[in-house]
């Protein structure tokens, strides 16, 4: 993976900041593409201070962090974040769409507005970073991970966008799968379930044992299969779906 370059959306804080962190470990370039301005210089400056940014006679050489200030519900904002990364870079190996947002409300009262925001976020964000990606990958090949959820498969009551965007998540990564094989690009999803990004040690004995694997995840267990699916080696995967949750979503539960 030493010298490729990924970009990861909505990889100031969560889940996408251990994606970065992860990619930039294994020696990987990594374009943080985050609308928090804050979020994303932290995570830059973390992240090449991490992994031991050298020093140049004229001062501080580029780390493997580079921010680009990018809202996915833009898509000019999209646009010119992959230009950008393509001129610093000159190429585009891996794509993670991270980005997403929820807003939960009964069906009742979800307001139009809310729901366009969610999917615009969510699905039609991820449709058009891979677009855009995809067309500096063509000829070379590369990777998308999308990362879905568990909502995908399952729901808790008032998640009505945020589950619809993610089911579309799902649909959406077999279809480019079928779309962009020909031109080299392998596409898969991941569906994350339980991944606490806050305090960990305050989860429960009851939070823990809801799982098969005996504990809820974390995000590095996410960023850990982003590079499974995105490294060359395991080329024969695409169109996939990985769920890691746990175990949750295969446990039976009966009423005592």
């Not at 307001?111 to 366009?116: K, L, Q």
């Amino acid at each position: 993976m030493e010298e490729r370059v990924a970009v990861i959306t909505g990889s100031g804080r969560g889940i996408g900041r251990a994606v970065a962190e992860r990619y930039a470990d294994a020696g990987v370039r990594v374009v943080i593409a985050e609308k928090d301005q804050s979020a994303g210089r932290g995570a830059e400056r973390e992240i090449n201070t991490r992994v031991g940014g050298r020093t140049a006679p004229d001062g501080p050489a580029p780390g493997p962090a580079c921010f680009i200030r990018t809202d996915v519900a833009r898509p000019d904002d999209i646009d010119a974040m992959v230009a950008s990364a393509f001129e610093r870079f000159g190429r585009i190996d891996v794509l993670v769409n991270n980005a997403g947002i929820g807003r939960g409300a009964s069906p009742y009262d979800l307001t139009v507005d809310a729901w366009d925001e969610v999917i615009a976020v969510n699905l039609r964000g991820t449709f058009l970073c891979s677009r855009a990606v995809a067309r500096v990958m063509r000829g070379r090949g590369g990777s998308i991970v999308n990362i879905a959820s568990t909502r995908a498969l399952m729901s808790e009551p008032n998640t009505e966008a945020y589950s619809a965007s993610k089911g579309g998540i799902v649909a959406l990564t077999h279809a480019l799968a079928a779309s962009l094989g020909p031109d080299g690009i392998r596409v898969n999803c991941i569906s994350p379930g339980w991944i606490c990004t806050g305090d960990y040690d305050a989860l429960t004995d009851a939070d823990h044992s809801q799982h098969l694997s005996g504990r809820v995840g974390r995000p590095e267990d996410i960023a850990r299969a982003c590079l499974y699916l995105s490294d060359p080696a395991n080329g024969f995967i695409t169109g996939a779906n990985l769920v890691i949750d746990g175990g949750m979503t295969r446990t039976m539960i009966y009423q005592e």
